[in-house]
């Protein structure tokens, strides 16, 4: 690929919030960015941005960028309302929060895709193995309660794909009729299943793996195969950056340099993204699961524009927007075919 002129990448923390803050204010004219703000999400299937910081692609995008991490979407959701965050590596259901509630911005690219796999018991995926969907009613009857599911909040990526293959796939009925679901973070998920206060969860790589690896616990389903290239995370990015079009192509670029390097060497860029990610993700664990299904890293934004369209009917039905986001207002697909050319 052809790299441009290296310009100074900023990297932030909670001493540089005030930067931060300012960073966002630049730039207004709609022409060259004097600077931009990326944030993140620590998560797994935002790898290509692990490599991006790593690898110095940064560097080679036309402004001055700043790396801000966040510890959730929605923490990302309102930094990015209020100006304060250009772009953001994040769940695909943010961002549709976001073009809802009225936010000029698009998706640049896509990051990864038929990220989950639904692990339980293996009392339960036995039960499941013999009864198949009605394993649901079986197993209240059996137990005097439901499956206890974990997973993250409601309109969340996986929450979705759990609604999908509850409610669609399964075909079983509304999700709060068939299960008992909670509250639990990915981080947490694995703890919460091996200490037996859930029977099942929709994980993400790499906690999918470890939990695999207890021979307790067994795979239910893959995602991939309940909404087959279904999205998880993305590149998204705000008006400003869109109107500059040397600077969201480069985004663009850098990120598909990203996603090349990640195929080629994946062992390197499982080091990357466990030296950034941290909490408990080592380099051995990030490079074991990259031989998951549940990790497939891309960046072609039309590959997805369908099973967005199919998430976005659930997250309205949730509640976390009015009506799903049309994919013209969602996806930003021109600096991504500008760079094909």
């Known amino acids: 690929?052809?790299?441009?002129?290296?310009?100074?990448?900023?990297?932030?923390?909670?001493?540089?919030?005030?930067?931060?803050?300012?960073?966002?204010?630049?730039?207004?004219?709609?022409?060259?960015?004097?600077s931009v703000t990326v944030a993140y999400v620590p998560i797994y299937p935002n790898m290509q941005h692990y490599v991006m910081e790593q690898e110095g692609y940064y560097e080679d995008v036309p402004t001055d960028v700043t790396i801000e991490r966040f510890s959730s979407g929605p923490s990302v959701v309102k930094a990015f309302a209020s100006g304060d965050v250009d772009v953001a590596l994040f769940g695909i259901t943010p961002a549709m929060v976001l073009v809802d509630k009225g936010t000029n911005a698009g998706i640049l690219a896509a990051n990864s895709r038929n990220g989950f796999k639904i692990i339980g018991t293996t009392e339960l995926v036995n039960l499941y193995e013999q009864?198949?969907?009605?394993?649901?009613?079986?197993?209240?009857?059996?137990?005097?309660?439901?499956?206890?599911?974990?997973?993250?909040?409601?309109?969340?990526?996986?929450?979705?794909?759990?609604?999908?293959?509850?409610?669609?796939?399964?075909?079983?009925?509304?999700?709060?009729?068939a299960i008992n679901k909670s509250k639990v973070p990915p981080a947490k998920a694995v703890q919460t299943i091996q200490s037996g206060d859930i029977d099942a969860t929709i994980i993400q790589e790499p906690f999918a793996t470890v939990i695999g690896q207890d021979d307790g616990f067994d795979e239910l389903a893959w995602s991939g195969d309940i909404l087959e290239?279904?999205?998880?995370?993305?590149?998204?990015?705000?008006?400003?950056?869109?109107?500059?079009?040397?600077v969201a192509q480069s985004l663009v670029e850098q990120h598909v340099a990203a996603t090349e390097f990640t195929r080629d060497s994946p062992d390197v860029a499982a080091a990357h993204a466990a030296s950034v990610i941290g909490s408990g993700v080592s380099e051995d664990l990030a490079t074991a699961a990259m031989d998951s299904q549940a990790s497939e890293f891309f960046s072609n934004p039309h590959t997805i524009t369908e099973q967005a369209a199919t998430m976005g009917e659930f997250v309205a039905d949730v509640g976390n927007i009015e009506d799903p986001v049309a994919t013209d207002n969602l996806f930003a697909f021109e600096p991504y075919d500008a760079i094909q050319e």
């Open 229 to 246: 290239n279904h999205p998880v995370t993305v590149l998204f990015a705000n008006q400003r950056v869109l109107d500059d079009t040397e």
């Open 131 to 177: 009864e198949g969907p009605a394993v649901f009613e079986r197993f209240e009857e059996e137990r005097g309660r439901k499956i206890r599911f974990g997973a993250p909040p409601d309109g969340s990526v996986p929450d979705i794909v759990l609604r999908y293959w509850i409610q669609e796939d399964l075909d079983v009925g509304e999700i709060e009729s």
């Open 1 to 34: 690929m052809t790299h441009i002129s290296r310009r100074r990448l900023l990297q932030t923390g909670a001493t540089t919030i005030a930067a931060t803050g300012v960073a966002g204010c630049l730039g207004q004219r709609g022409g060259s960015l004097d």
